[in-house]
């Protein structure tokens, strides 16, 4: 089944300002109002007066000119169509009146000239052109106030996402440069200090336990936290994520629409408003305001019954746009019924140019309704982009993260467990065998190896294993049993494996180093479907009352959902909950 395109409610607030507004007396209302002024006067009146057509397409021409040089010259004073000018309602509705006024006197004058207007035209004339002047301008503005909106919405949507595209194609290179210039740092500044550590494993194993901590706090923790930290690409990233905020979508032609919504009763009945009172001056002249009453209030109601009825009739555009013109001619029909009650009957003719006013202005209001249809659409599409964007921009965003974090978290993760494990392991023997040096020598290596691939398809178990190869013979490190339901999570989310890694990293080398720990038990456990439980228990010291925040805690903050540390039954028990 075809998507329903929804159409919003019409906000006569948003109506009125628009008539009042900078579009009110813009070139383009007023060359739309041309052929409609022309016409009205080349219809309505060689069928009801005398005169050929050409005479009277001469009375059409004067009146069309008087108008249009009114409304040129409140435009050049005191109502600009400067765009973004306020609106103005007094003024604007100062200007259709004189405007309508001078209409008016002009066809009248011309008509009496040629012979052809009676001077009982005089009344309807000035009581008719004002009211049309008013209503056909005000109709206009509306209808393309909503156009240029939809428009503008549309062309600022193509510049936006064009930009966006651009920028997220470009931080994938700056991702790239940023990585190469990290590791650069890195080998500059540590590779010197390990060469030493490696040459001195042969020649004084004994007194290298002291120089590998040394190393630990002087060179990889300092270097740790200083690439740890922001740089410019992060700034870039956050510039681009910003800008998602401000996508948009292309306009999609409506495949069904409500039938009931492409009416829209309050704007037809101004629109009758213009056109039905001064006709009901003319033919009923001594019951003129009986009729206008039952006209305007007849076209109002008749439209509310269907708009109504046919809310929620939900059919292709082209039916759509076949029920609303059936729908105004049953109304024209109807207001003749409910005037012909009264004694009031409309002549053949009368009633046929009645009709066809109905059903050009249900084609205005409709295409006015087809339009703000469009737009939402593209406003909802809008919704849609920006959230797409803002979770794209916002996974560029982590990978730029990560991308520096991963190796300031392999350097104070990795590295430095790999040095301190080799010192704690080398204090405990006086004279270390040749298996124990190439072990260290191994675990060494391999820590700074991990510097040049990074951690990215490394899996969940296997960083376990590493763990608890790294810290054999100095702590014992019990891993948890993982489920298969878990483990297919974690492979299928690199991002939740490296967070749910580096957690684990963090507990043990913590539990090592600060509460002296000989034990540690990691398990896992599914606490919802979004998020994986690890807790990390030891049998090191138990925690301070008051407990300084260090590199690690900010780690814990940027990979955890959520994270505390706590003393529990004589045992320190890390518990981390890790997005999934």
């Known amino acids: 089944m075809a998507e329903k395109f929804s159409t919003p409610k019409t906000s006569l607030r948003e109506a009125i300002n628009n008539a009042s507004g900078p579009v009110a007396l813009s070139n383009r209302v007023l060359l739309q109002f041309a052929p409609i002024s022309f016409l009205l006067v080349l219809v ?15 009375v059409a021409a004067v009146g069309l000119i008087a108008t249009v040089l009114v409304l040129l010259g409140f435009r050049a004073t005191i109502l600009p169509s400067t765009p973004g000018r306020e609106s103005k309602r007094l003024l604007s509705s100062i200007a259709y009146l004189v405007a309508g006024l001078v209409r008016g006197t002009g066809v009248f004058l011309t008509g009496a000239a ?14 008719g052109g004002p009211l049309f002047v008013y209503g056909a301008i005000s ?26 595209d651009e920028l997220r194609g470009g931080i994938r290179e700056r991702i790239r440069l940023q990585r190469a210039d990290l590791l ?32 630990v706090e002087t060179v990889v923790r300092p270097l740790s936290h200083d690439i740890g930290k922001g740089s410019k690409v992060d700034d870039e990233v956050g510039v681009i994520a910003n800008r998602a905020a401000f996508a948009n979508a292309k306009s999609r032609f409506p495949s069904r629409l409500s039938a009931g919504a492409m009416i829209v009763p309050e704007l037809t009945g101004f629109a009758t408003a213009s056109i039905a009172i001064a006709a009901n001056a003319i033919n009923f002249p001594e019951q003129a305001l009986l009729g206008s009453v039952i006209s305007l209030a007849s076209v109002y109601v008749g439209y509310k019954f269907f708009q109504k009825v046919l809310q929620q009739v939900w059919v292709h555009f082209v039916f759509a746009l076949l029920i609303s013109i059936v729908s105004a001619v049953a109304v024209a029909l109807f207001t003749g019924y409910m005037l012909s009650l009264v004694n009031l ?28 249809t469009q ?19 916002s996974q560029l965003r982590q990978e730029v993260w990560l991308n520096r974090r991963r190796i ?15 010192a704690i392991k080398l204090a405990k023997s006086q004279q270390p065998t040749q298996t124990e040096i190439e072990d260290v020598q191994r675990d060494i290596t391999a820590a700074i190896n991990k510097l040049e691939s990074g951690e990215g398809t490394e899996n969940f178990v296997d960083v376990l294993r590493q763990i608890q190869e790294v810290w054999e013979g100095a702590v014992e490190v019990e891993l948890p049993d993982i489920t298969p339901q878990i483990l297919e999570q974690l492979d299928s989310n690199q991002v939740a494996s490296a967070c749910a890694s580096e957690v684990v990293r963090e507990a043990v080398s913590n539990a090592v180093k600060h509460g002296k720990a000989e034990h540690v038990v990691i398990a896992l456990e599914q606490t919802n479907p979004h998020l994986l439980g690890i807790t990390v228990t030891n049998d090191g010291q138990p925690l301070p009352a008051e407990i300084e925040a260090g590199y690690g805690s900010t780690i814990l903050d940027e990979v955890a959902f ?15 909950a890790i997005a999934i």
């Not at 003719?349 to 006015?368: A, C, E, H």
């Not at 300031?408 to 080799?422: P, W």
């Not at 959520?562 to 981390?576: I, S, Y």
Request: hydrophobic share 45%.
């Open 114 to 127: 040629l012979g052809i207007m009676p001077p009982g035209e005089f009344v309807f004339r000035l009581i």
């Open 139 to 164: 109709m206009l503005a509306i209808f393309n106030a909503s156009r240029i909106r939809h428009e503008k919405t549309l062309a600022e949507l193509e510049i936006e996402k064009a930009e966006l």
């Open 562 to 576: 959520a994270w505390q540390l706590e003393n529990r039954g004589g045992f320190t028990v890390l518990g981390a």
């Open 408 to 422: 300031a978290s392999i350097l104070h993760g990795s590295v430095q467990a790999a040095l301190y494990a080799s």
């Open 375 to 393: 737009r939402r659409d593209a406003e909802v599409e809008m919704t849609r982009v920006v959230s797409d964007l803002a979770i794209l921009n």
């Open 44 to 58: 309505s009146n060689p069928s009801r007066l005398s005169g050929s057509y050409l005479e009277w397409a001469l």
């Open 345 to 372: 009957e409309l002549p053949l003719p009368l009633l046929l140019q009645f009709i066809l006013s109905q059903i050009v202005l249900t084609l205005i209001t409709f295409y006015m309704q087809f339009v703000r």
């Open 184 to 215: 650069r740092r890195v080998q500059n500044v540590l590779s010197p200090v390990v060469d030493e550590v490696k040459s001195q494993l042969q020649s004084s194993p004994g007194e290298l336990s002291h120089r590998l901590r040394d190393v």
